[in-house]
């Protein structure tokens, strides 16, 4: 059977090879392989080496650890904008490759059985064309030789942005907004769950109940960037 993971992610490399230049300034010298940032704007990014719990998460956790690349600085913030709203697909490469990087510092591939995504409702995913999640996830997954269940979970109410919201309403928003939607035997099942920003870890906590109340062992969350709520 074909992995269309597999599939994709070797057709993105050969379109667009990650090493040829800078993905934030251009150049074409000290790229580092995989990343595809040159030096200087790799020590830009404000790096977080070691797991974080944001203030609202303490109180609601769900998820065993969150990782996160690094925090939303003017940088990430320009590369996620790219990426989800100016049809950068292709970026998804780049920073899957420093999540994958993020994920096994703390991981060991044994730890995780499958990955997965966060979803979008189909109205907003309708708007934007794509889940920025599930683009992740592929790659996360084809670069831990994982399988890649990005049908898992659905959202199930169609809630406002969070960007306006502060941190209470945002666990809020999101309570109850997922169900499972995938027939799949979780029990005992340690699952890697991809999105592409944590704030408050509202919407990572959703998810991760709504996985281990079908059964799950271990949900942990990984982003690229983290918000002040770390």
């Not at 956790?61 to 939303?72: D, E, G, H």
């Not at 790659?139 to 898992?152: A, F, M, Q």
């Not at 991760?208 to 059964?215: C, F, L, P, Q, V």
Request: aromatic share 10%.
């Amino acid at each position: 059977m074909i992995n269309l993971s597999y599939v994709y992610q070797s057709f993105l490399d050969l379109l667009y090879p990650p090493d040829v230049k800078c993905i934030i300034c251009q150049g074409r010298e000290d790229v580092k392989r995989g990343v595809g940032l040159c030096i200087p704007c790799y020590n830009d990014l404000s790096l977080i080496e070691q797991p974080a719990i944001p203030e609202y998460y303490i109180k609601y956790r769900a998820c065993t650890k969150i990782f996160s690349v690094c925090r939303y600085t003017a940088s990430a913030k320009d590369l996620i904008y790219r990426y989800k709203y100016k049809g950068e697909k292709h970026l998804a490469v780049n920073l899957g490759w420093m999540m994958y990087q993020r994920a096994v510092q703390h991981l060991t591939r044994d730890g995780v059985d499958f990955v997965t995504a966060v979803p979008l409702h189909l109205s907003r995913k309708r708007q934007r064309g794509f889940n920025q999640s599930r683009l992740l996830a592929v790659r996360i997954g084809y670069l831990l030789e994982k399988p890649v269940h990005y049908n898992l979970i659905s959202r199930v109410k169609d809630t406002p942005t969070q960007t306006a919201l502060n941190g209470e309403q945002r666990w809020e928003n999101v309570a109850d907004a997922f169900k499972i939607s995938a027939s799949l035997d979780l029990t005992g099942k340690n699952v890697l769950l991809v999105d592409d920003v944590c704030t408050t870890g509202a919407t990572l906590n959703s998810c991760g109940k709504t996985i281990i109340r079908a059964g799950a062992s271990r949900v942990y969350g990984i982003t690229f960037a983290a918000g002040s709520g770390y």
